[in-house]
């Protein structure tokens, strides 16, 4: 049976990869982006879906209520993805405010215009960061759902903070709500201050590679096709009112994913440079997956050591989407958070 879904932040990393992923999987959907355009939001990563006849792009703020609203008057969507969001902790510890706004305030009005329209579902795209972090010589502790909410960024608090208002909309109000906690995602359109892109445009110029503390940190990676996935899973067959936790078991240090972009483009470990550390930086982050593998069916599907290699690959066959990011106000960023790191 058709749909009409609304995905906000479509014109971000994981979001477009959801849209491109439904728009395929599903001819018959019809597939609403609402996007701010921020930095982090590029109209040329959805360039090949723009002309598609079941596409509709809107540019708006979440945090606007009359121009959601409106959207919803028009549509009547069955069910909203909510990714929109500010999403990288470096800048949420330079600059909170926006974080509490958009994360926060955006997801109030988005499940104000469910409740007044009516919908089938409302999805939350959330965090592993909520949970907050795992010691590194524990390599037996996993995040589960019942791990208690335990923030350490801004970032990650006003991530917690919205899920906690999407359960309270759920309790209070009965709104159909889901949340996904995913770990993290690589993949073609990572915007190029997330580690790993960051690393492979720094390696292909033979610049420093910026190494936060000592470069042990752990992160769970997670192909973003896989991420794409579950959320189609759980907005289709998930149970209301449940989170589920997205994950693969595929924990690596930072450094040593870091080493592999380096072997893989040819280039030394010589650039390779320890910097300041990142302020209340998580140590290790891993997820069970039980849940959503048990109730819905779902495992991962592309391994680390093929993924790793297809994301180098695109970025090698996409220059033109990373060098225009970076060669504008990415610039200044760069400067500022890594010049006298
Ligand atoms: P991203 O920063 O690449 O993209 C965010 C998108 O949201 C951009 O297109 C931006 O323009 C848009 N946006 C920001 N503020 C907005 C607003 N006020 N109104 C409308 N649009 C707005 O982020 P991402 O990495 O694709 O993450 C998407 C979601 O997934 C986020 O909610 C994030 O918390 C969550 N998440 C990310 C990861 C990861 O590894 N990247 C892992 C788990 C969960
Ligand atoms: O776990 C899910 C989260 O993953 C998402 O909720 C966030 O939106 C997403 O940005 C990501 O957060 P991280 O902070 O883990 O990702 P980031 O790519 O910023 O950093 C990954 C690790 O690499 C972290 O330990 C910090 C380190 N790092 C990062 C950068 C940008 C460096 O050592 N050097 C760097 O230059």
Not at 277 to 293: C, E, N, Q, S, V
């Amino acid at each position: 049976m058709s749909k009409t879904i609304i995905v906000t932040g479509g014109a971000g990393f994981i979001g477009s990869n959801f849209l491109f992923h439904m728009l395929k999987k599903y001819p018959d959907y019809r597939m609403i982006c609402l996007d701010k355009l921020t930095y982090a939001g590029n109209l040329s990563t959805l360039k090949t879906i723009m002309d598609h006849p079941n596409f509709r792009f809107v540019k708006a703020d979440i945090c606007d209520r009359e121009a959601v609203f409106v959207l919803f008057e028009e549509e009547h969507p069955d069910i909203v993805v909510n990714f929109a969001a500010e999403s990288h902790v470096d800048r949420s510890i330079e600059n909170p405010g926006v974080f509490l706004e958009t994360n926060i305030m955006g997801t109030q009005v988005m499940m104000d215009a469910c409740r007044k329209y009516g919908i089938e579902r409302y999805h939350q795209v959330s965090t592993d960061e909520v949970y907050g972090d795992l010691p590194l010589d524990r390599p037996d502790l996993f995040f589960t759902e019942e791990t208690p909410i335990h923030t350490s960024s801004p970032y990650s608090a006003s991530k917690a903070s919205a899920d906690l208002l999407v359960l309270a909309y759920h309790r209070t109000f009965g709104l159909p709500v889901t949340i996904s906690r995913c770990s993290n995602n690589y993949g073609p359109y990572h915007f190029p201050e997330k580690l790993i892109p960051l690393m492979i445009a720094n390696a292909l110029a033979d610049k420093p590679l910026p190494v936060y503390g000592t470069g042990e940190n752990v992160r769970d990676w997670l192909y973003v096709e896989d991420h794409c996935k579950a959320i189609d899973l759980i907005i289709h067959n998930g149970r209301v009112g449940e989170v589920y936790n997205i994950g693969g078991h595929n924990e690596m240090a930072n450094i040593d994913i870091v080493k592999i972009i380096c072997k893989e483009l040819g280039k030394p470990e010589s650039l390779i440079t320890y910097v300041g550390d990142r302020k209340g930086h998580d140590l290790r982050y891993a997820i069970d997956p039980t849940k959503i593998h048990n109730e819905l069916g779902w495992l991962p599907e592309t391994m680390f050591k093929d993924g790793i290699k297809k994301t180098i690959q695109w970025y090698l066959d996409n220059k033109e989407w990373w060098q225009e990011i970076i060669s504008g106000e990415y610039q200044n960023y760069y400067e500022k958070m890594y010049a006298n790191r």
